[in-house]
């Protein structure tokens, strides 16, 4: 349970802390404004400011939740599959204050 103990309290924080500071403007824009966000990245376009902002809140958080795991010698795609698992886990959490 070690792993578990230091990850979801940090997972938890940047969720709450992004819906903090942007809730207004995250309830009134697509999911797909969230997963941008925490991806850093627009398929056609740049991010806006607020985006911007979560992403700066959320990389650090997704790569402390990795390295947390002391994996050994993961190749490229292993690494972006668990990077995939841990930014989805944060757009549900974000998703989830919201609605609730």
Known sequence: ????NII???INQ????IVTAHR???LHEEITYIVTAIWGAKKDGRLDKIQEDI??????????VIKSFDFQ?????QV????????GLIVSKITYMLIY
């Not at 940047?14 to 802390?17: C, G, I, S």
């Not at 010698?73 to 795609?77: C, D, I, V």
């Open 1 to 4: 349970m070690r792993i578990p």
């Open 8 to 10: 979801e309290p940090l």
């Open 14 to 17: 940047v969720a709450y802390d």
């Open 24 to 26: 207004d403007r995250l």
């Open 55 to 64: 992403f700066r809140k959320a990389e650090p958080v997704i790569q402390q």
């Open 73 to 77: 010698n993961l190749h490229t795609a």
């Open 80 to 87: 972006f599959g668990v990077a995939y698992l841990v930014k």
